[in-house]
């Protein structure tokens, strides 16, 4: 640990919300706003930030995917109160925009060039622009009525794979030979396990007003039976293994963690969690849900520390078929001997997949379940990794410090 060591100290998210559900007219920058206006209050309760000086936050920095532009971490920054003076930045590396903007807010704090930024992610699937493809040799200000949206931008260029996630997670499944009933075990286990520590994930939690209807839950976790999910048929492949039953869903949802050097923290006498490093790693396109593996592996190599050492592991479960591939070749067990330490308060299966900030939902659980939980030793080690569209890998090492 050094004086400029970035430290986790406070975490929030808000419930998310199934698209065109709970939260669907709630904007994202709104979602995010409620976040950060929290977490200020929250840091000024613990000594960090004063509230007759919002200016005391150094950096708003946000992933964001489908969003509406015009620089939303800056946007969600004004409307949450914390001044013209705080900057915010937006990021976008698609599923990891949320975790890439904690790396990025790591990185200021490490550099000395910040002593507190609020950094995450934030998605609003329901209220996401619709996006229509210019012609060539079009230069108008808008579009012809003709013209329809397109559902996303590309991950990959002209002559490399490209393909949508959910079959690229079907071809995961038949590469790695994912049997069907493991998948929906897996899938099993994650609402199982969100239903059942409902109540220790309720204090990452922050309701949202809804025009006056306050959101406090989480919209899909549900009790299921292997019956149910085994009657689903193959979502993207005629008697495919991958269904919607062991696939996430798309979501609406912001996380956010606040990141201060160690001396700041030490100063306030918290716990948190030291950010020990972070990585990101390219990979396949065709295989964008294995992206993990070299992440993990590159992140653990240059840091000396062997995954056995790792007490606790978050990773966005966008499908069962890629969570099993990646701990497969990782040698964990989430449905046997691992079961404690892969995701044992469930994932985005059960949770949903609010894209831009789900990478930021990982490290808010690893606080809720490394320094929220007693019982956990200084010194455990936690770690969260995440796939991404066009075949990327993030992973972030942390450990648990303080008092």
């Given at each position: ?23 669907a ?17 929250d840091?000024?309760?613990?000594g ?23 620089n ?14 705080v900057?915010?930045?937006t990021?976008?590396?698609q ?10 807010g ?21 209220t996401?622009?619709w ?11 808008e ?5 329809k ?8 260029p002209p002559?490399?794979?490209d ?45 949202v ?6 959101v ?8 299921l ?15 495919g293994?991958?269904?919607a ?8 949802g ?43 592996r ?11 050492r ?22 964990l ?11 044992p ?18 490290a808010?659980?690893l ?28 992973a ?6 303080g008092p």
């Open positions: 640990m050094t004086p400029t060591t970035p430290v986790i100290v406070a975490a929030l998210r808000t419930p998310v919300g199934t698209a065109g559900h709970s939260l007219d709630v904007d994202a920058s709104t979602l995010a706003a409620t976040l950060l206006a929290r977490l200020t209050g840091l000024t309760a613990l960090i930030a004063s509230t007759a000086d919002r200016a005391s936050v150094d950096h708003v920095v946000l992933g964001n995917c489908m969003g509406p532009g015009g939303l971490a800056r946007v969600a920054a004004l409307a949450a109160g914390l001044g013209e003076e900057p915010g930045v990021v976008d590396r599923c990891g925009s949320g975790q890439e903007a904690i790396h990025q790591a990185a200021l704090v490490a550099l000395g060039q910040a002593d507190l930024v609020l950094a995450g992610g934030v998605e609003s699937a329901s996401a622009p996006r229509i493809a210019r012609p060539a040799g079009v230069f108008t200000a579009p012809a009525h003709h013209l949206p397109y559902p996303r931008a590309p991950f990959a002559g490399w794979p393909p949508d996630m959910g079959p690229a997670a079907q071809d995961v499944a038949d590469r790695w030979g994912i049997e069907r009933q493991r998948q929906d075990a897996y899938a099993l286990r994650s609402h199982e396990r969100t239903l059942l520590f409902a109540d220790r994930g309720a204090n990452e939690i922050v309701p007003d809804v025009s006056g209807r306050v406090a839950r989480d919209d899909r976790p549900r009790r039976s292997p019956a149910v999910l085994a009657r689903l048929p193959g979502a993207f492949r005629p008697g293994s991958v269904t039953g062991n696939s996430c869903a798309i979501s609406d912001a996380a956010i963690v606040a990141v201060v050097p160690e001396r700041v923290r030490a100063q306030a006498g918290v716990r948190g969690l030291a950010i020990r490093g972070w990585q990101a790693s390219g990979s396949d396109p065709a295989m964008p849900g294995v992206g993990p593996l070299p992440a993990v590159a992140l653990l190599g240059r840091l000396g520390v062997a995954l056995d790792v007490d606790a592991i978050e990773i966005t479960e966008a499908f069962a078929a890629q969570v099993l591939a990646c701990t497969d070749e990782l040698g067990h989430p449905l046997g001997a691992d079961s404690e330490r892969v995701c308060w469930g994932g985005a299966i059960a949770l949903g997949h609010p894209w831009g900030a789900s990478g930021a939902l990982l808010v659980r606080f809720s379940r490394m320094v929220r939980h007693e019982g956990v030793d200084a010194g455990a080690l936690g770690l969260a990794t995440c796939a991404i569209g066009g075949g990327q890998g993030l972030m090492l942390v450990e648990r410090v």
